[in-house]
C-alpha cells in the first residue's frame, strides 16, 4: 500500500510538467502587468489632465530686494543635481498670464519658497487665444467709459452674461467667415479661372455681384469683430500688473479654490466635454480634438466599407472556387505576407498610386476647371483606400478560416436540397460564417484606426478645421484632407512648439484613440455575438 | 460470383448501377458493382464500416463531387435510363430529383419554416401561399407537422434531435424528389425517436423510391424490402431482405448478421 501510495503522490517534486506550467504562467504575467501597466499610466495621465488643481500663491525670496509672489497650479515636484554634486528640491508651477511672463511654467527652488496658500479670489481665466491667465478678477469695462467692479453687486452674472455673448458672436462670426465668404471666394476663383480662357457679359455681371456681396459681407465681420472687442475684462496679477481681455475671447472662468469636490468632478467633465467637442487652438496645445475624432472615425468607417467586401469576396474564391494548388498556395502565402510589410510602404505605394495616378485621372476627367488639385492630393478617400490595402491580408485570412470551418453537413445539406454552388455559399455557408467575417474585420479595423505612418503620406495634416463631411454642398468631401489622433499625439508630442503645455493632451488624446478603438470593436464584438447566436449550427 | 436480383414484373427498375469502380485518389473504394433499385421500393445497404456502402450512396446523387479526388472510374450509374454523369446533367438538377439525409441532422440556423422552403424557394417558388402549403405538406409527410405547427418561425435549433432529423426527412420531400438517399438516418437517436423515424419511412414508400444505410441489422428486416451486403468495397449479397437474413447464399453475409464479424 505505502509503496504504490508513494509511486502516485501529487506532492513530490518530481511532478511532471510543473516547471512548465510556472514558466507559461510567467510569461502570461509579464503581458498582463505590462499591458495594465501601460493602460492603467495613459489612463490616469488621461483623467489627470482634466482634474482641476487648486490654484496657489506661492512667495518666492529674492536676493537683494523683496518677495516676490506668484500663482499658479503645481505640474510636478523633482529634484534635480547641480554641477556641485548637490541636490535641488524644486517645483514646476503653471503661471499662465504669457503676455506678463513670456514662459507660462516656471521652476521654482524649494529653499527659495517662503510660503504657499490656497487663495479663495484666485481665478483660473481661459480664453481664446494667449493661454491661460490666473490672477484675481479686478472689473469689467464694459465699452465707452462705464466700468463694474468685481465686488460690485452682479459682477459674476455680467460676466456670464459676455462670455455667453462672446460665444454667440463667435458662432456667427465663424459662420459669415467659413461658410458665407468660403463659398462666395471659391465661386470667384473659378470665375476668374475661367476669365482667363475667354471673357463673357454673363460671368463678369456674376463676378460683380459677387464681390459687391462680398463687401457686404467682409462689413459684416468688421461689425463683428468690434463688438467682440467691445468690452474687457480685467484680471490682476499677484504683482499688481493688470491683464486685459476682451470678452469676446473669453472662453471660460473658473473660480479653482471656492468649489468642492463635486464641482472640481464638474469641470472635469466640462473640461473633458470641451476636449471632445472643439477644435483645437493655439497650434493644437489648446482646445480639443473633435476634428481628429471625425477623422479617425470616418476613415475608420470607411476603410471598412472597402475592406469587407473586397476581402470576402477574394476569400470566397480562394477557398470555395479556385483549384487548390500551387497556385492558389501561392497566392495564400503572398497574402499572408502582405500583412507584414512594413506599412510605410503602403503609404508610399498610396501617395503613387491613389493620389499621383488615380487622383491625376479623376482631376484630368472631371476637375480640368480646377486652377488646384482637387484629387490628386491627400485626402481621406485616398487614405482609407490605403488602410483598406494594409488590412486586406487579415481580413481574407479570417474570412478563408471562417469559411473552412463551416461544418461540411451544413454545405452537403444544401447541395442536396438542389442548391447550386454559389446558392449554398450564399444562402448556408456565408451566414454560417458570418462571425468569423466580422472578427476579421474587427481586426482589421483595430489596425486600421490606430495605425499612423502611411497615413501622413496620403492625407492626414496637423491642422484640419473643415470636415470631411459637412453642412457645405456637396457635404461628403472625400478629397479633404483630415486630421487622426494617431497623428495627432505624435504632432503634440514630438512637433509642439509648446511641449510642456501639449504633455496632458497627449495622454489625454492616447487614452481618447484608445477609447475609441475599444467602442469600435465593443460594437462589432455585440454584434457578432448577436450573429454567432442566430447563426449556431446545431450541434445534434 | 455476381449476385442474382429476383426478377418481378410488377416493378420497373428506377436506378441502374452497372459494374461501377470508384476511387479516393488512389485507394479504390468499389470495386465492380452491380445493383438495380426498383420504383417504389426501399432498399437497405449494410456492411461493416468503410466497405463502400456510404460512397455507393452518395454516387448516385453526386455528392461525391465534393470530394477532391474521387471519381467514378468504369461503368454507369443510371436513371430511367439516363447516365448521370453525363455532360448533359446538371448535379443540381440531378440532386432535385434524388435527395438525401445525412448522419448527421443538420438543419440550417434558420426558422423551422425557412428551412423546409429552402428547397422549394431555390427552385423559384415565390409565392407565399403555395411555399405555405408546400411546407404544411412537407412537414406532415415527415410527421412532424403537429409538433411544430405553432412554432415554425422559431429556430431549428430549438427542436430535439429526432425532431430534427426529422425536418431534415421534411426539408428533402419538400424539394419533391423521385429516390431519397438516407445515410445512416436513426444512428444517431434514441430507441423511440429510431421507432418514430421507421414509421415515417415506411409511409414514406408510398411515394419514393428509398435507399437506405444502415448499421442496424434490425432496421434493415423491419423497413426495407430488398438488402444488399458490402464488403470490402464489393456488393457480397443482394436479395429480398427476408431470404437474405434467414437463407444467406454467401457464408460472409452468414457470419456478418450472425454477428461474427463487423
Redesign the interface.
Known amino acids: 500500500m505505502s509503496a504504490s501510495s508513494s509511486k502516485f503522490s501529487t506532492t513530490g517534486r518530481s511532478r511532471t510538467g510543473e516547471p512548465l506550467v510556472w514558466l507559461t504562467a510567467v510569461g502570461l504575467t509579464i503581458g498582463v502587468l505590462l499591458s495594465v501597466g501601460l493602460i492603467g499610466l495613459v489612463m490616469y495621465k488621461g483623467f489627470e489632465s482634466f482634474w482641476p488643481a487648486r490654484l496657489v500663491v506661492v512667495e518666492v525670496r529674492q536676493e537683494g530686494g523683496e518677495n516676490s509672489k506668484v500663482a499658479g497650479y503645481l505640474v510636478q515636484e523633482r529634484s534635480k543635481r547641480t554641477l556641485e554634486g548637490l541636490v535641488e528640491e524644486e517645483i514646476q508651477l503653471f503661471r499662465g498670464n504669457r503676455e506678463l511672463f513670456g514662459e507660462k511654467f516656471v521652476f521654482l527652488d524649494r529653499e527659495a519658497i517662503v510660503s504657499q496658500t490656497e487663495e479663495e479670489d484666485l481665478i483660473l481665466v481661459e480664453r481664446l487665444e494667449g493661454g491661460n491667465v490666473i490672477g484675481r478678477a479686478k472689473a469689467l469695462e464694459l465699452g465707452g467709459s462705464e466700468t463694474l467692479e468685481a465686488s460690485a453687486e452682479g459682477f459674476d452674472e455680467k460676466l456670464d452674461e459676455l462670455t455667453e455673448r462672446g460665444e454667440e458672436l463667435r458662432d456667427e462670426l465663424r459662420e459669415i467667415e467659413k461658410i458665407k465668404i468660403g463659398e462666395n471666394s471659391k465661386r470667384v476663383k473659378e470665375l476668374r479661372w475661367l476669365e482667363k480662357k475667354g471673357s463673357s457679359p454673363e460671368r463678369a455681371e456674376e463676378l460683380a455681384g459677387l464681390l459687391a456681396e462680398y463687401e457686404k459681407l467682409d462689413g459684416q465681420r468688421k461689425e463683428l469683430r468690434e463688438q467682440l472687442e467691445e468690452s474687457t475684462f480685467v484680471v490682476e496679477a499677484m504683482d499688481g500688473r493688470e491683464l486685459k481681455i476682451p470678452t469676446g475671447e473669453l472662453l471660460h472662468v473658473f473660480a479653482a479654490n471656492q468649489v468642492g469636490f463635486f464641482g472640481r468632478l464638474k469641470e472635469t467633465i466640462r473640461r473633458a466635454w470641451t476636449f471632445v467637442s472643439t477644435d483645437p487652438r493655439e497650434a493644437n496645445t489648446e482646445g480639443g480634438v473633435y476634428p481628429a475624432i471625425f477623422g479617425t472615425v470616418v476613415m475608420t468607417l470607411v476603410m471598412s466599407l472597402f475592406v469587407t467586401p473586397f476581402g470576402v469576396m477574394a476569400a470566397i474564391y480562394l477557398r470555395e472556387y479556385a483549384k487548390?494548388g500551387p497556385l492558389v498556395k501561392a497566392v495564400r502565402i503572398s497574402v499572408n505576407n502582405l500583412a507584414g510589410v512594413p506599412s510605410i510602404v503602403f503609404g508610399v505605394f498610396g501617395l503613387a498610386f491613389f493620389i499621383y495616378f488615380l487622383g491625376g485621372v479623376v482631376d484630368d476627367w472631371f476637375f480640368s476647371n480646377s486652377e488646384e488639385p482637387v484629387y490628386k492630393s491627400g485626402g481621406i478617400l485616398w487614405a482609407s483606400l490605403t488602410l483598406a490595402l494594409l488590412t486586406v491580408p487579415v481580413v481574407i485570412v479570417a474570412t478563408e478560416e471562417a469559411l473552412a470551418s463551416v461544418?461540411?453537413?451544413?454545405?452537403?445539406?444544401?447541395?442536396?436540397?438542389?442548391?447550386?454552388k454559389w446558392?449554398a455559399i450564399q444562402?448556408?455557408v456565408l451566414?454560417?460564417s458570418l462571425p468569423g467575417i466580422l472578427t476579421g474585420v474587427i481586426l482589421a479595423m483595430a489596425r486600421g484606426a490606430g495605425e499612423v505612418a502611411p497615413l501622413m503620406l496620403v492625407g492626414v495634416v496637423k491642422s484640419a478645421p473643415d470636415l470631411p463631411i459637412d453642412a457645405v454642398a456637396p457635404f461628403v468631401h472625400p478629397e479633404r484632407q483630415f486630421m487622426h489622433l494617431g497623428f495627432h499625439i505624435y504632432d503634440l508630442g514630438f512637433q509642439s512648439p509648446d511641449s510642456e503645455a501639449a504633455k496632458p493632451m497627449v495622454f489625454a488624446t492616447t487614452l481618447l484613440l484608445i477609447s475609441i478603438v475599444v467602442v469600435m470593436n465593443l460594437t462589432a464584438i455585440i454584434i457578432r455575438n448577436r450573429l454567432r447566436k442566430?447563426?449556431?449550427?446545431?450541434s445534434? | 460470383m455476381k449476385p442474382k436480383a429476383p426478377e418481378s414484373k410488377t416493378h420497373e427498375s428506377l436506378i441502374e448501377i452497372k459494374d461501377v469502380d470508384f476511387c479516393y485518389g488512389n485507394a479504390k473504394a468499389l470495386d465492380g458493382i452491380d445493383l438495380t433499385v426498383r420504383r417504389n421500393e426501399i432498399v437497405a445497404f449494410i456492411g461493416p464500416s468503410g466497405c463502400g456502402k456510404s460512397t455507393l450512396l452518395r454516387c448516385v446523387n453526386r455528392m461525391n463531387d465534393l470530394v477532391p479526388g474521387a471519381r467514378v472510374t468504369r461503368g454507369t450509374i443510371e436513371i430511367e435510363g439516363v447516365e448521370i454523369h453525363s455532360p448533359e446533367v446538371d448535379p443540381v438538377e440531378l440532386r432535385r430529383r434524388v435527395g438525401m439525409v445525412f448522419q448527421k441532422s443538420n438543419p440550417f440556423p434558420q426558422t423551422i419554416y425557412e428551412n423546409v422552403c429552402y428547397g422549394p424557394k431555390l427552385s423559384g417558388i415565390k409565392d407565399k401561399s403555395e411555399l405555405d402549403g408546400i411546407v404544411e405538406t412537407a412537414l406532415q409527410g415527415a410527421a412532424l407537422w403537429d409538433e411544430v405547427k405553432d412554432r415554425l418561425h422559431t429556430s431549428a435549433n430549438g427542436l430535439s434531435g429526432g425532431q430534427q432529423q426529422r425536418l431534415c426527412i421534411a426539408r428533402s420531400i419538400a424539394v419533391r424528389p423521385e429516390i431519397l438517399l438516407m445515410d445512416e438516418p436513426c444512428s444517431a437517436l434514441d430507441p423511440l425517436a429510431t421507432a418514430k423515424v421507421e414509421e415515417l419511412i415506411l409511409n414514406l414508400k408510398e411515394e419514393f423510391t428509398i435507399v437506405m444505410v444502415t448499421h442496424n441489422m434490425q432496421q434493415a428486416t423491419r423497413v426495407s424490402d430488398r438488402t444488399a451486403f458490402f464488403y470490402m468495397g464489393r456488393l457480397i449479397e443482394f436479395d429480398e431482405t427476408a431470404t437474405l437474413f434467414t437463407t444467406p447464399s454467401c457464408k460472409e453475409t452468414e457470419d456478418y448478421i450472425s454477428g461474427r464479424f463487423g
Open positions: 487548390q461544418p461540411r453537413g451544413v454545405r452537403e445539406a444544401a447541395l442536396a436540397c438542389g442548391a447550386s446558392q444562402r448556408v451566414p454560417a442566430k447563426y449556431a449550427v446545431s445534434f
